[in-house]
């Protein structure tokens, strides 16, 4: 058995290695675990809900001002607790600023180093800022990829990474939402005007900062437009220049701004929704499983899997582009069905036990 160390810092990350940790220690590996602090409530209380105890916490939040500031004060904590505590294998996920810190923590140290959904590429290094250019550069370094499709697969292969050191193991999302989504589930969201169809919506990207104005007053049109049978709920990101536009502009009294929900609420309110307008990663996976059509806010995507089988429709921050995709989905029962009974090509939840296997199998 070995000696892993997982690296974390925000919210969707945790949700993605939380399996692979259960796992781990399932098959008797020793586990180290390390928190950035890059997220500080999102992710603090994931923890608490989830009993995981935390080895290190950088709590590099408190002194940061930016990506740089990070990326480097999270490699400078991990280097020395790579070096104190000299693991097998390091594990990040993703392509957030603690994981690259994680990567380069690994590789400066020649210690191994698992990437955990790797190979999701749009080949913009604009979109997502700083996403594309961090999950780029972890796979240079990366001595395991497990990439959770064949799409993923092949972008490794297109950049010249060894075909033995890549993996297709599914998205560990899906292994998650068997913790989470519980057979009977009541919330307040849930009960809060009853009669009227649930969107949900969620923006926090950098690149979506610039545009959120436009993106704040469609969507209350939309709202508006929609007052008689729809509410909108949006559990909102952390980021407070986020918070202060949101509150400005979405004002229709069919719109609900919340405090982010913990990840259990989320993915059983999630099934509980019409319709998702959201511009996150994580839930472009978990809506497809849920059978929920989402409308993603952006121009591109690292998950196509997910438009080719139907699920997600690409509709950027255009005001036109999103009222339309919108009334086309909410006044057309065949469009709607044919984007919620798309099937989910994300895997079938045995990620994580495949992971392990593979790490433990290696001498
Ligand atoms: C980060 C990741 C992004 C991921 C997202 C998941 C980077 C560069 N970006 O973006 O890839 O999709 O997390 O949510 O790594 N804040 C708090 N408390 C929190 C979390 C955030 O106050 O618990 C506030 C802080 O003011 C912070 C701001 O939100 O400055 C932005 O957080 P940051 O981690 O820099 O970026 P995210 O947009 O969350
Ligand atoms: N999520 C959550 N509570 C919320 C909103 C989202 O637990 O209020 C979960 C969601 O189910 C998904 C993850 O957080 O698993 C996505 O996080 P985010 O959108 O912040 O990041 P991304 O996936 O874009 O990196």
């Not at 950035?36 to 408190?62: A, C, P, R, S, W």
């Not at 380069?104 to 990437?115: D, E, R």
């Not at 209350?220 to 049978?229: L, M, Q, T």
């Not at 499983?289 to 989402?294: A, E, K």
């Amino acid at each position: 058995m070995k000696k892993l160390m997982f690296i974390f810092g925000t919210r969707p990350e945790f949700i993605k290695v939380y399996p692979v940790i259960v796992e781990a220690k399932s098959q008797g590996n020793e586990c180290i675990i390390v928190n950035t602090g890059q997220h500080l409530e999102m992710l603090n209380e994931l923890l608490e809900y989830f009993q995981i105890t935390v080895d290190y916490d950088l709590k590099i939040m408190k002194e940061c001002n930016g990506i740089s500031d990070i990326t480097s004060n999270a490699l400078h904590g991990i280097d020395k607790i790579i070096k104190v505590e000299s693991p097998d294998v390091v594990f990040v996920h993703g392509d957030t600023s603690s994981t690259l810190a994680g990567a380069l923590g690994a590789f400066n140290n020649n210690v191994k180093l698992a990437h955990i959904e790797a190979g999701l590429r749009t080949y913009n290094l604009q979109a997502p800022f700083p996403e594309e250019a961090n999950r780029q550069m972890v796979s240079l370094i990366a001595d395991y990829n497990f990439a959770p499709t064949e799409t993923s697969r092949y972008n490794l292969l297109s950049e010249g990474k060894k075909i033995d050191s890549i993996y297709v193991v599914g998205n560990t999302v899906i292994d998650m939402l068997r913790y989470t989504i519980k057979p009977s589930f009541t919330h307040s969201i849930l009960e809060w005007e009853p009669e009227k169809k649930l969107i949900l919506m969620t923006v926090h990207r950098r690149e979506n900062l610039n545009e959120l104005d436009e993106l704040f007053e469609t969507i209350n049109e939309i709202a508006i437009k929609y007052h008689n049978n729809y509410k909108i709920v949006y559990p909102i990101h952390r980021n407070p220049e986020i918070r202060k536009k949101a509150n400005e502009i979405l004002t229709s009294s069919n719109v609900k701004i919340v405090e982010p929900l913990d990840t259990v609420n989320f993915h059983n309110i999630m099934k509980h929704t019409h319709l998702i307008l959201t511009d996150s990663g994580g839930i472009q996976e978990e809506a497809p499983s849920l059978g929920i059509p989402v409308l993603v806010l952006r121009d591109t995507t690292e998950r196509p899997e997910g438009v080719k089988a139907g699920t997600l429709r690409l509709v950027g921050t255009d005001k036109n582009s999103i009222i339309d995709a919108v009334e086309l989905i909410l006044e057309n029962q065949i469009e709607y069905n044919k984007m919620s009974e798309a099937s989910n090509p994300f895997g079938n939840g045995a990620s994580s036990k495949q992971i392990i296997d593979i790490i433990n199998d290696e001498k």
